[in-house]
């Protein structure tokens, strides 16, 4: 399986983004999908999950009404659409990829990963 992120950029606080990340490789409806960030000298943390058939989601507490996961299964691709950006939003996003994972937030049940893009929110 091979992710490839894309839409990230430089905004300002308040600001809107549209990240998009094109999965190939494998039977997409298969997959959970997942956005997970990391800011220089922090953890990754969990973004937003996405089941197989786009019905159920999650979100970290940091995004909720913020932030939207989507997928698109004829297009092969997931979207995070990020509204009110703010500065601690300020990370380089990750799209994953897992077989099975149920809680969406543990980073270590998906598989594969894109290369990130990078999100910088100024103030």
């Known amino acids: 399986v091979q992710l490839q992120a894309s839409g990230g950029g430089l905004v300002q606080a308040g600001d809107s983004l549209r990240l998009s990340c094109a999965v190939s490789?494998?039977?997409?409806?298969?997959?959970?999908l997942g956005w997970f960030r990391q800011a220089p000298g922090k953890e990754r943390e969990f973004v937003a999950g996405i089941s197989r058939n786009g019905i159920n989601t999650r979100y970290a507490d940091s995004v909720k009404g913020r932030f939207t996961i989507s997928r698109v299964n004829a297009e092969n691709s997931v979207y995070l659409q990020m509204n009110s950006l703010k500065p601690e939003d300020t990370a380089v996003y990750y799209c994953?990829?897992?077989?099975?994972?149920?809680?969406?937030?543990?980073?270590?049940?998906?598989?594969?990963w894109g290369q990130g893009t990078q999100v910088t929110v100024s103030s």
């Open positions: 490789g494998r039977r997409f409806d298969s997959l959970v």
């Open positions: 994953a990829a897992s077989y099975s994972s149920s809680h969406y937030s543990v980073w270590t049940e998906y598989q594969h």
